[in-house]
């Protein structure tokens, strides 16, 4: 297969052709993409080949995964001024005990609803459209958001609210709008009816409150259902979220919203500048830390590794699970003269990194091969990079290709399209913490040689937003053996989090993306007799 495509065989031991990650929706076997899915073709193969995050070669248009934020804890509530005998005293913001969510049943949107002017991000139902109004000032910006299904069945609301009282907690607000609500419908003779109380979520790590409110309405109507959700942010800063239903709709449309919800990334914008500020600071240190020998003994190290990516079923065996890519990576270490498809020139005998990734996708009838190849040079000083992406959907494949060159501090990327179509861009690489794609992509193991426990901020290439972006990672151990580390990797302010798991010699185990699909290793034997039981295509 990618023989006739790329004009370079890529069986191995007759092993099946490896292809980018899965077309329209998932992007969770590329380390490069935080999409969640949407266009297929050079994405894909981004994505197989920055296997940290999911597909990322961007065709004309960007396309993301991600994974639950990792717990941030609720900022420190200001000392109570003393009070009065008889004033009640505020009280203290629950701290609700940890709750276990089932896997979630929504369909999801590839690409998360991000709204940057209030630390937003979130996925939303697939085909479902989003109205964003937004605007950002010197209190932190606010939104006002709107999110409608093909079907109308219901309306989904998210808002940030700012309040002036900073001692105000989450189930007082709570109280409020509900109070607002019953008064409302007592206008009107009615009288609400609450269906549902959860004081055990959590959104983005923090305490949050949901109610369910049936609103009655004339006779021969099913009523209203108004599920809302409040969580605190910043002392006075919330994020209010809401769903509007038939009665009829109340436990299809409830389960949407909360697998919705429990995806929300929230960060107050206020204070991330000065966080960036810190991860990055933080980044450049572990940069520096990094020699010729730690890249050399982290790469000779890797074996070549295949990898699935699918959806779990039911059952959570495979025999139900949907699937949406395997990839191949393969690491060397050497002279540039020994790695094909890299610029030789007068550099022949430089010493580097090269990482090859094979991959394929598969939606319905379509297909998508790709192939990246990535080198660094020891010194960090050069990089070059080369994505080609077959979208196969009938007898002849539409074929994507990027190539990106860096030179210290100046970088050119360069673009080609099926239907003759280039272009070209030089992203701006600025001031420290930069890393290399093919370091972003044994990130993870240089993570647990250094074995920092920490939260790191880099900037990187990203090939789906043809820009340059930071990139975080938080590195922590799993229990107290020291055998088995997690890292949580958020590409950019745009995806939501994916939590991966590594073996202390570097191995590593899998990745779970924010809509629980999953990547993790496997063998090529396996994948064989997996896809051919499913009769996907192995040619």
Same mark, same amino acid.
């Given at each position: ?315 959570? *065996?495979?025999? =139900?699970?949907? +699937?949406? #890519?395997? !990839? $191949? ?10 790695? &094909? ?62 190539? *990106?060159?860096? =030179?210290?501090? +100046?970088? #050119?990327? !360069? $673009? ?10 030089? &992203? ?65 302010? =745009? ?18 993306? &924010? ?25």
């Amino acid at each position: 297969m990618f023989t006739a495509v790329f004009g370079r065989p890529v069986l191995l031991d007759n092993a099946p052709a490896l292809a980018a990650p899965r077309s329209a929706r998932m992007i969770s076997s590329n380390p490069f993409a935080c999409r969640l899915g949407s266009g297929l073709a050079m994405r894909h193969l981004l994505v197989a080949a920055l296997s940290l995050c999911a597909p990322v070669l961007a065709q004309p248009t960007p396309s993301p995964t991600n994974i639950p934020l990792p717990p941030s804890s609720t900022p420190a509530k200001p000392k109570q001024p003393e009070q009065a005998a008889t004033a009640p005293a505020k009280p203290v913001e629950p701290v609700p005990p940890t709750a276990t969510r089932p896997a979630p049943t929504t369909e999801f949107d590839g690409l998360p609803l991000a709204v940057r002017e209030v630390g937003l991000a979130m996925l939303i139902p697939k085909s479902s459209k989003a109205n964003v109004e937004r605007a950002a000032d010197a209190s932190g910006g606010f939104a006002n958001i709107e999110i409608v299904p093909p079907d109308s069945t219901w309306v989904m609301y998210v808002r940030s609210k700012r309040l002036t009282d900073a001692l105000i907690t989450t189930e007082e607000v709570m109280s409020e709008i509900v109070k607002n609500i019953e008064s409302a419908a007592a206008s009107a003779k009615a009288v609400p009816e609450v269906l549902a109380k959860d004081k055990t979520f959590i959104i983005s790590g923090r305490p949050a409150y949901l109610v369910y409110i049936l609103i009655p309405q004339a006779e021969g109507k099913p009523g209203l259902v108004r599920g809302l959700g409040v969580s605190k942010i910043q002392p006075g800063s919330f994020m209010l979220f809401e769903i509007i239903c038939a009665r009829t709709e109340y436990e299809r449309a409830r389960v949407v919203f909360e697998d919705c919800v429990a995806t929300a990334v929230i960060e107050d914008p206020r204070a991330e500048v000065e966080r960036t500020q810190s991860l990055v600071k933080t980044g450049i240190a572990f940069i520096a830390s990094i020699t010729e020998q730690d890249l050399k003994d982290v790469v000779t190290a890797l074996p070549e590794r295949w990898e699935r990516t699918y959806r779990p079923g039911k059952s959570g *065996g495979d025999s =139900d699970s949907t +699937e949406i #890519s395997y !990839s $191949r990576y393969r690491y060397f270490f050497g002279e540039r003269s020994k790695f &094909p498809g890299i610029p030789k020139g007068s550099k022949a005998q430089q010493l580097g990194v090269f990482v090859q990734i094979d991959s394929r996708a598969v939606d319905g009838k379509v297909v998508v091969d790709s192939q990246g190849q990535f080198f660094v040079s020891a010194d960090r000083k050069e990089e070059f990079w080369s994505l080609a992406t077959a979208r196969k959907e009938g007898n002849k494949p539409q074929l994507y290709t990027e190539t *990106g060159v860096r =030179d210290d501090l +100046e970088m #050119s990327v !360069s $673009r080609a399209f099926p239907d003759g179509r280039t272009d070209a861009t030089k &992203p701006q690489i600025k001031g420290e913490g930069y890393i290399s794609v093919a370091e972003s992509l044994i990130l993870p193991q240089l993570l647990v040689r250094k074995n920092v426990t920490a939260d790191f901020g880099f900037f990187t290439y990203q090939h789906e937003h043809r820009n340059i972006r930071l990139r975080r990672e938080t590195f922590s151990p799993v229990g107290v053996t020291g055998k088995v580390f997690e890292i949580r990797t958020r590409l950019n302010d =745009d995806c939501l989090w994916q939590i991966a798991r590594y073996r202390e010699n570097g191995e590593f185990i899998s990745v779970e993306n &924010p809509d629980r699909s999953v990547r993790e290793q496997t063998t090529v034997e396996k994948l064989r007799t997996l896809w051919k039981s499913k009769g996907l295509p192995l040619d």
